[in-house]
């Protein structure tokens, strides 16, 4: 019986950390309306790529590192040195809380997020390293309608 409730439960524990999760197309034509095409002269691909696996579009995806820091939000930034969480955070650098990065309304993550790349580029990112760095990202953002063809639809 004890089982029978814990398999009642459990579907709706786990809706309680989905956060809002983007579709791609979304999600890309979101972050270039934010400036992220070229910022930092990371493409919007990398970003949509770097987001894909570091977070599956999900604003609410939070993971512990062996190192007791944690990643928080659909950039994945780090508490140790971009965020207070109350952990082992020996910096601040977008001098906000972790918390912060966990909200549906992406804004202030793409803020740290623009911090991190003006500090560290695309290469603060693991996934980014691991999976974006040097490939083909074209189907990133294949069929979003996004014409980055033209230069005046690139903010720096």
């Known amino acids: ?11 709706g524990l786990c809706a309680v950390a989905q956060g809002l999760v983007f579709e791609r197309c979304q999600w890309a034509k979101l972050l270039k309306s934010r400036g992220m095409d070229q910022y930092q002269k990371i493409s919007l691909a990398d970003w949509v790529c770097l987001t ?34 109350g952990g082992v955070s020996k910096a601040n650098g977008c001098n906000i809380m972790c918390s912060a990065l966990l909200a549906d309304d992406p804004t202030v993550a793409i ?20 999976r974006c760095q040097g490939k083909d990202l074209s189907p990133y953002l294949k069929g979003c309608g996004l014409d980055l063809s033209d230069p005046a639809l690139h903010f720096l």
């Open 111 to 130: 803020n740290c997020a623009k911090t991190v790349a003006r500090q560290q580029g695309a290469k603060a990112w693991v996934a980014w390293r691991n």
């Open 1 to 11: 019986m004890e089982m029978l409730r814990l398999l009642v439960l459990l579907p």
């Open 52 to 85: 894909r696996w570091e977070s599956s579009f999900n604003t609410k995806t939070v993971n512990h590192n062996r190192d007791n820091s944690t990643d928080y939000g659909i950039f994945q930034i780090n508490s140790k040195w971009w965020c207070k969480d």
